[in-house]
């Protein structure tokens, strides 16, 4: 699989961990941007992998029966490829400051300065690193991607130095000068450092912080109070939508404020929306795990362009209901973001919409990883039998519309979202088997909405009335009124909905992500393709009657429901 990645950001592009823990050796474990979940049962190993890049290597080696001994056992290796830019990279060299070297092959000053110009440049560098026990606890040999054109040691190096905040090439000196060293690896652990966050299951102490220049979330979101008071005091409008996300995810939330206390700044929870009596809020620090938890997830997602986010057990300090609107938030209005999230819970894997799962299988002393494809069902039947839960699991609900397939499963809650807000808590859009079996003759017909009703029934005692939403397609008004009444009678009863147009999947071309597609996901493009590419085209068979291409050229998804009413109707 190729990934193709664009834009100037860090991302996690793949890892590989050998003799840690309960791995012998991972093999090359590989993440996209989006959501990337790791499942598995207790104890096999998903928080030991999620939390590689914080933990001590030598405390804690790869044993078996066969060897145990401490002073036998292999050292830990982490291997990761990281996904950086060349202006990524100066920043950090600049904020990091001091002496700047950069190896170099030859004493042309033209010549390298021209390369090292050319690095810094490039929208895309995919950097191995490697971390293991080392006396500086952290080491990353032949990070620089020049060293893998060097035969022997490295003799020479050149200078930078900084000129109208860019890095400029400067002069070339040898090796034994005092002070050279390759500033690429501490400008990849600065990136790392800063743009990695990693939360455990675990109450985490971040409801206040000392007063000081916070103008950067830190890794273990200490100062979180800071991050918020600047929040609340500079950029109103986005610390309101903070506490909008939080009244999504938690019931209890209705307010949030960060206050000076003492020698700190405090964060502040109130069950209210009105803030009149302090002695009626609670401090963070003793309100519920997942309140700081998620706090600290949505403020990353809100103030870093992007970031890797790793996310170990959410819903051990998430309720399901809640676990479900952060992703819910997260894939709507942050998804330009990597998350690495590890769990075992249903409600996960079928809200997580991933763009990759990997489980991980323990048998003795050894834990082995395998990547799922989201195509094959047995795959996916295979990981609900290995967490212990059934494949029903992720129907549960209090309301269900079923509709004709995979599509409409997707989308339908992004449109609801765009005409209504946010989808109602407790309802699930999930695709029937097979749509013609609603239109069989006879008998039989009735029999299949029972059917649908009983499952839904068996999947949620709390289901109320469930609907269906079928497209037009040729049905004529006689056999469409003959469906209707089949469904009458049931608990169904009068909850099947036709869209006034026949396919919907006809109505979702959109030339912008049709283009994104295109250059994302096809080799070898002679150039890339805009939307206007794309525009021209589908105005040049728009005239063909198996296209049927609106005038303007543009799917409007309203074409399809008529008003925004027309899917409330559903709800």
Not at 240 to 266: D, G, M, Y
Not at 474 to 492: F, H, I, P, Y
Request: hydrophobic content about 40%.
């Amino acid at each position: 699989m190729v990934l193709v990645y664009r834009g100037e950001a860090m991302q996690l592009r793949q890892m590989r961990v050998t003799n840690f823990s309960s791995f012998k050796d991972t093999g090359w474990v590989g993440f996209s941007p989006g959501i990337n979940l790791i499942v598995g049962q207790n104890n096999a190993g998903k928080s030991a992998l999620l939390h590689v890049f914080d933990q001590i290597l030598e405390n804690n080696p790869h044993r078996n029966a066969t060897a145990y001994r401490q002073e036998h056992l292999d050292s830990p290796r982490i291997y990761f490829d990281l996904v950086v830019s060349g202006r990524e990279v100066e920043d950090a060299m600049l904020k990091r400051g001091g002496q700047f070297w950069w190896p170099v092959q030859t004493s042309d000053r033209n010549e390298e300065g021209r390369k090292f110009t050319s690095f810094l440049t490039e929208p895309s560098h995919i950097i191995k690193m490697c971390r293991h026990p080392h006396p500086l606890g952290y080491k990353s040999p032949n990070a620089n991607p020049l060293h893998g054109q060097f035969e022997g040691p490295i003799e020479l190096y050149m200078r930078l130095s900084v000129e109208n905040g860019r890095i400029t090439p400067s002069d070339i000196v040898g090796s034994g000068s005092s002070g050279t060293r390759d500033v690429l690896e501490e400008a990849l652990e600065y990136l790392r450092l800063t743009n990695l966050f990693s939360f455990s299951a675990q109450r985490y102490s971040i409801g206040t912080c000392g007063y000081g220049q916070h103008d950067r979330l830190a890794p273990n979101a200490r100062n979180l109070a800071g991050i918020l008071f600047k929040l609340q005091g500079r950029q109103g409008t986005l610390f309101q939508q903070l506490i909008e996300h939080l009244c999504e995810v938690f019931s209890t939330v209705r307010n949030l404020s960060v206050a000076p206390s003492a020698n700190a700044l405090e964060i502040l929870v109130w069950p209210t929306k009105k803030q009149l009596q302090p002695e009626l809020s609670f401090d963070l620090d003793h309100c519920g795990t997942g309140v700081a938890q998620a706090i600290a997830i949505l403020t990353i997602a809100m103030t870093f362009e992007r970031a890797v986010i790793i996310i170990d057990e959410i819903s051990s300090f998430l309720h399901p209901a809640a676990a479900k609107a952060l992703l819910r938030i997260i894939q709507t209005n942050y998804a330009q973001h990597q998350y690495i999230i590890g769990t075992h819970s249903p409600e996960v894997l079928s809200a997580g919409n991933p763009a990759t799962v990997h489980i991980i299988r323990r048998d003795g002393y050894d834990s082995v990883v395998e990547r799922v494809n989201l195509g094959e069902l047995d795959q996916l039947r295979d990981v609900a039998d290995d967490l212990g839960i059934s494949m029903t699991d992720v129907f549960g609900a209090e309301q269900i519309i079923w509709v004709e397939g995979r599509t409409e499963e997707l989308c339908f809650p992004l449109i609801y979202e765009v005409a209504s807000g946010q989808l109602p808590r407790g309802l699930i859009v999930t695709p029937v088997v097979a749509t013609g079996d609603f239109n069989a003759k006879g008998r039989r017909g009735e029999l299949v909405f029972q059917i649908y009703d009983r499952v839904s029934r068996a999947a949620s005692p709390l289901v109320r009335p469930v609907a269906f939403s079928f497209d037009r397609e040729a049905l004529t008004d006689e056999e469409r009124q003959r469906l209707e009444e089949r469904s009458k009678g049931q608990r169904s009863k009068g909850r099947l909905l036709f869209l006034p147009r026949r396919h919907f999947e006809c109505f979702l071309l959109d030339p912008a992500a049709i283009a994104a597609f295109i250059n994302n996901h096809v080799p070898d493009l002679a150039e890339p393709v805009s939307a206007d590419n794309v525009l021209v085209y589908l105005k040049s068979v728009g005239g063909n009657p198996s296209s049927k291409l609106p005038n303007n050229g543009k799917a409007i998804f309203w074409m399809k429901f008529g008003s925004p009413k027309s899917m409330q109707r559903l709800c």
